[in-house]
């Protein structure tokens, strides 16, 4: 108890710091948000109605500590401000449109890759030298080592464009309205989703599956395994609850920690199917120089990786009784 | 069972035959319906935000859901079209300026579009200043109702091109919008609007679908409300490739999307139904350099750097060919009727402004630019060493292109040019302080020929901070064309309006403050899958591109419709 304790407050202080970074560190880049809006009309904006854009945006140029102040205090009520390449959108609005097409695709990618991952790691150390050690794993493996955007424009121009099994874009049939009621707009959505989480998971399964696997065969090599053989165990009793219990500790941190970044999104995802989420949402603030908005996205990977830390923390506890 | 289907059958079609005959008018009928799909390349997911004046707000809220009250078309050389203002006057001392208003135009909760609203909207930017995104304020005192569909705005000092500015403003209703708080921070998520596109029906992180107002006052050749079409539905893109995959396919209507090698890709895909047309006529992109440092402030040296710049290459390697080079005087097509021919023939006999590195050389010896130290690159007449940078922006990869092509031409010259890839906000910044040797830099495309010049050589641009607003990047100034930009638009005669612009031209080709390289092209493509109507090369009758701030796009939203019933059908 005491080191969850101990672990609580660690995670509480790494809070604010990063609350503090999150603040500071936007400001750092050159450019402003009215600067950047006059561009994106490249000369069609009349240059003279710069001056109203000031006037909209003028709470940007109070002093920085005051802004922190505010910031701060904002925060603890929960309110994110307001959005200003959106102006005058609020942030948390703004984010909840994108925020439910990444949790899913990206929360269930990565839920699936991870899940896959471990047992079949397991299974490639358990009987290694068969089929799924050195056929699937070296095939796993390499496609992990492509760069992402490669499969997934790749699996785009054939699968979809060419072959047209999978839909071009977006998260949904455009067509349907947005009802979970209704059967057509769900399968859709399914539908939608197929390509874009098939190519996470084949991407991701690599790098779990092979830590997995290097973790197994230490472990295999450990006496208590070779009592638990000798004891009689049944195979499956002792790769599962003997060695597989204590391989998966490593990557639970790792696992918890993308499950934190899956706040973040996958931007590259999203760019190349055109699917909704947090990942262009954030690109376009930065592009933006829309600190609130920024600050609001940050703050929410911040939080949640420090969250699935902890929660990670909690598993260890619970798995691994050394820690306790 | 046979016959009675085949009865059947002719009694459908007779029926659609007679409705069609009790339809027709001139002999064919305008097919009703569908959904026009638009792209208007990488787009930020949608927000709902249909307040026309705030900073950014969702895409045709402003010409679509509003309308301004009248349309400047571009091809035609910005002449006004009357839409929600039937015309305008000036005063015989033009210091008012009066618009007559549209009767018969209704809100579209029925209330009664009339000079109220139009009075409200100009009082509404002097209580609230941030919503003048048009920068209205600084040319009115006040604004007067002279009867329901008269308005007459009380200007602050002569300006004759005010006409421009004040019919750009898009009215907001008197009646909804006068009990509301704080106009700046509001988003209207339900506008109450006179539009075509006033209904909306879904606005989220994927989509933009804007629906018919039923009640629309202008009428369709079937004598119905406008327009033919039924709604507007825009896709986000997150990328400009998923935007081109989509529209390559075939399931966009209406493009606004920059796609490179387009003969080869979307041409191709379908030479029948595809088209596209880059209209040269936006604000020509330039050359711009900083005439209050050393070498640029000298004239023999800005002469030989414009003869040493290959046009023709930076169109058609930098730009894909979609546009050509500019004209000498810094006017693209879209103001043909304003070229001075003396001052491009000037500008011909001097050679400037035409390919040819011999001449430069020989303009750079004659002018005392030599290599001094034997370096191998050209020095200054004092003998100091002579380096230079090419501004441009990261990312804009066909101004990067351009400035590679110039600054290649420079070193075969002699010059010792290099680029200069810069982000954003550091690239303006730099121009805006006069930090910066040479750069490329767009140029004021509309509305008049003036406005390209104000915003370029107008001296008071350069604000008591030394910030140089608009496009005087290159600080380069006279009292004389500030004087002709001042008498301008202090009359209204076209004859001395016309002198006064000539002499415009004569004076920049002079000096050449800036070197003009090419019209930014404005990317417009469309299908006739589903839809016609829209402006081709042929009959270019508007700006077609969509992305267009001035409410262009209104007008061609009047001509589009179904190709027939069944793609009406299809389009949904």
């Given at each position: ?324 | ?116 609203d139009v009075v409200f909207t100009f009082e509404l930017f002097q209580k609230f200043p941030a919503l003048d995104r048009k920068a209205t304020l600084p040319y009115f005192s006040s604004v007067e109702k002279v009867d329901d569909y008269t308005v007459a705005i009380h200007l602050t000092e002569v300006y004759t091109l005010a006409h421009y500015l004040f019919s750009s403003v898009w009215p907001l209703p008197e009646h909804a919008w006068s009990t509301i708080e704080d106009p700046v921070t509001y988003t209207n998520d339900t506008p109450v609007a006179t539009g075509p596109l006033a209904t909306v029906k879904v606005v989220n992180e994927q989509v933009l679908e804007l629906c018919r107002n039923e009640t629309y006052w202008q009428m369709g050749e079937d004598g119905l409300p406008l327009p033919y079409v039924d709604c507007m539905r825009q896709p986000v893109y997150p990328g400009n490739d998923p935007a081109n995959l989509a529209t ?325």
């Open positions: 108890m005491r080191f969850l304790v101990r672990r609580f407050l660690f995670y509480l202080v790494a809070a604010y710091v990063a609350i503090t970074l999150n603040f500071f560190l936007p400001r750092l880049m050159v450019g402003d948000p009215v600067q950047v809006m006059f561009s994106k009309f490249q000369g069609r904006m009349d240059p003279r109605a710069v001056e109203s854009l000031k006037e909209t945006f003028g709470f940007v140029d109070a002093p920085v500590h005051e802004q922190y102040f505010t910031y701060l205090k904002h925060l603890v009520k929960g309110d994110l401000g307001i959005s200003l390449t959106n102006f005058p959108v609020p942030v948390s609005e703004v984010i909840s449109g994108s925020l439910e097409w990444t949790l899913r695709l990206v929360g269930i990618a990565t839920i699936f890759a991870f899940s896959i991952g471990m047992i079949l790691g397991t299974i490639a150390a358990w009987r290694r030298g068969k089929f799924v050690d050195t056929l699937i794993l070296p095939i796993a493996s390499i496609l992990a080592a492509f760069p992402y955007f490669w499969i997934a424009m790749l699996a785009l121009y054939y699968l979809a464009h060419i072959q047209g099994w999978f839909p071009i874009g977006h998260g949904y049939n455009l067509r349907l309205k947005e009802d979970w009621g209704d059967r057509a707009y769900v399968s859709s959505v399914i539908e939608h989703g197929m390509l874009p989480m098939l190519t996470v998971v084949i991407t991701a399964l690599g790098g779990w599956m092979l830590g997995m696997r290097n973790n197994m065969i230490n472990v295999l090599a450990e006496d208590y395994i070779t009592l638990a053989q000798a004891k009689g165990l049944s195979d499956r009793r002792v790769m599962l609850v003997y060695a597989a219990r204590n391989a998966i500790l490593p990557s639970l941190t790792g696992f918890a920690m993308s499950l934190g970044f899956v706040i973040g999104g996958a931007l590259i995802v999203e760019i190349v199917f055109a699917y909704p989420g947090m990942g262009f949402t954030l690109l376009n603030s930065v592009n933006g120089r829309d600190y609130p908005l920024m600050q609001g996205i940050f703050l929410m990977i911040t939080l949640s990786v420090l969250a699935a830390n902890f929660f990670a923390d909690v598993i260890y506890v619970l798995l691994d009784p050394r820690a306790r | 069972m046979k016959t009675r289907s085949l009865i059947l059958v002719l009694v459908l079609v007779t029926m659609l035959v007679a409705s069609n005959v009790v339809n027709a008018q001139d002999g064919t009928k305008i097919p009703r319906g569908g959904v026009v799909v638009v792209s208007e390349g990488r787009q930020a997911p949608f927000v709902s935000n249909f307040n026309p004046y705030a900073p950014d707000p969702t895409p045709w809220a402003q010409a679509g859901v509003y309308e301004p009250l009248m349309i400047p078309n571009a091809p035609n050389g910005f002449e006004l079209i009357p839409w929600l203002a039937t015309g305008y006057s000036y005063s015989e001392d033009l210091l008012t300026l009066t618009f007559t208003l549209q009767e018969g135009v209704k809100w579209n909760d029925g209330e009664d579009f009339n000079a109220d390559v396919n075939g399931e966009v209507d209406w493009v606004a999307n920059f796609i490179p090698d387009i003969e080869s890709t979307f041409i191709a895909a379908n030479p029948e139904k595809h088209h596209y047309y880059f209209w040269p006529g936006g604000g020509v992109v330039s050359l711009y350099y900083n005439t209050e440092k050393a070498p640029y402030n000298d004239l023999a040296f800005r002469q030989a750097l414009s003869m040493a710049i290959d046009y023709e290459s930076v169109t058609s390697i930098g730009m894909y060919g979609y546009t050509n080079p500019s004209e000498p005087i810094l006017l693209s097509d879209a103001f043909k009727g304003s070229w001075n021919q003396e001052a491009i023939d000037a500008a011909a006999e001097m050679g400037i402004h035409e390919y040819d590195p011999d001449a430069a050389e020989a303009a750079l010896d004659a002018a005392g630019y030599v290599d001094a130290n034997g370096d191998g690159w050209r020095d200054l007449p004092d003998g100091s060493d002579l380096s230079f940078k090419v501004q441009v922006v990261n990312g804009w990869t066909d101004w990067v292109t351009s400035v590679q092509i110039m600054s290649q031409n420079f070193q075969d010259v002699g010059l010792n040019a290099s680029i200069d890839v810069l982000d954003f906000g550091i690239w303006l910044n730099n121009l805006q302080t006069g930090t910066y040797d040479t750069s490329i830099g767009w140029g004021t495309g509309d509305p008049t020929a003036w406005d390209v010049f104000r915003n370029l050589l107008f001296s008071d641009l350069i604000g008591d901070d030394g910030i140089a607003n608009a496009q005087l990047w290159s600080r380069w100034t006279s009292e004389e064309a500030d004087q002709l930009l001042v008498d301008y638009v202090a009359t209204t005669d076209a004859a001395a309006q016309k002198a006064a612009m000539d002499r415009i031209q004569m004076i920049f080709v002079e000096n050449l403050p800036l070197i003009p390289l090419f019209p930014g092209p404005t990317w417009y493509e469309w299908t006739d899958y589903r839809f016609t109507g829209f402006p081709t090369e042929e009959d270019y009758y508007i700006q077609g591109s969509s992305w267009t701030t001035n409410g262009q796009r209104l007008v061609v939203l009047m001509q589009l419709h179904c190709i027939s019933e069944e793609t009406c059908a299809e389009a949904q």
